[in-house]
């Protein structure tokens, strides 16, 4: 059974702090891997990895894919308290029309 | 240019009522999707749609049905509510499915079931 996994389930942190969170997956024929951020409303779209190795970069995150060890990060430096959110990844495989999506992490950034 | 608007924000159902809740897009996306959210919990999705007059289940569909006569439009409907179905519900489109597409959602619906 296809699956998404994320880790930590939640972190607290002080502004300033760098963070590193964590996605795994199993999941047949994959296509792509997606990263959300989810204030209090719907989720909003952070990157799209498709190859290994290459980093995506916007701002102070930045997110990379290791499709040999199948697992993505996703790095926040600097953290401000507009960072706290749930941050959701979602993987895509190749058949079918299916978005797999882990259960989140919780980020608290602390002033 | 409005995106993915979902009506209504917010709702309470009896239990044993029923409902539609709404969904549409005006982004000509051929892709659409319902999804729940339950506390601490990640997306779930129950139905989605590859185009006007096509649908499939998706990982929870039990307690729900869709359909999609437009491009436009894809409702949800409840038919016999249960306590279980109380959760935030997310519709999402992409123009595809493929390799540079996205999924974007609307602002939910929180539903309660008493």
């Known amino acids: 059974e296809d699956k998404v996994v994320q880790s930590p389930l939640s972190l607290v942190v002080h502004e300033g702090d760098t963070v590193t969170l964590n996605c795994s997956y199993e999941?047949?024929?994959?296509?792509?891997l997606l990263w959300y951020k989810q204030e209090k409303k719907a989720p909003t779209f952070l990157f799209m990895l498709t190859s290994s190795g290459i980093e995506k970069k916007s701002g102070r995150l930045s997110s990379i894919l290791d499709k040999k060890e199948l697992f993505s990060i996703l790095n926040i430096t600097a953290t401000q308290t507009g960072d706290s959110a749930i941050y959701l990844c979602a993987v895509s495989p190749n058949t079918g029309n299916q978005f797999y999506f882990g259960t989140g992490t919780s980020l608290t950034v602390i002033p | 240019n409005a995106g993915v608007t979902q009506t209504p924000k917010f709702r309470i159902l009896k239990i044993g009522q029923s409902m539609t809740l709404q969904c549409t897009q005006d982004?000509?996306?051929?892709?659409m999707y319902w999804y729940r959210q339950d506390p601490g919990m990640g997306l779930k999705l129950i139905y989605y749609?590859?185009?006007?007059?096509?649908?499939d289940k998706g990982e929870v569909p039990n307690g729900y049905n869709v359909s999609r006569s437009t491009t436009e439009d894809f409702p949800l409907r409840l038919e016999l509510a249960a306590p279980s179905q109380t959760s935030v519900y997310f519709c999402?489109?992409?123009?595809?499915?493929?390799?540079?597409?996205?999924?974007?959602f609307g602002p939910g619906t929180r539903l309660t079931v008493l």
């Open positions: 982004m000509n996306h051929n892709y």
């Open positions: 749609s590859v185009g006007a007059g096509i649908t």
């Open positions: 999941v047949t024929n994959f296509r792509s």
């Open positions: 999402a489109s992409s123009r595809t499915s493929g390799r540079g597409d996205t999924q974007y």
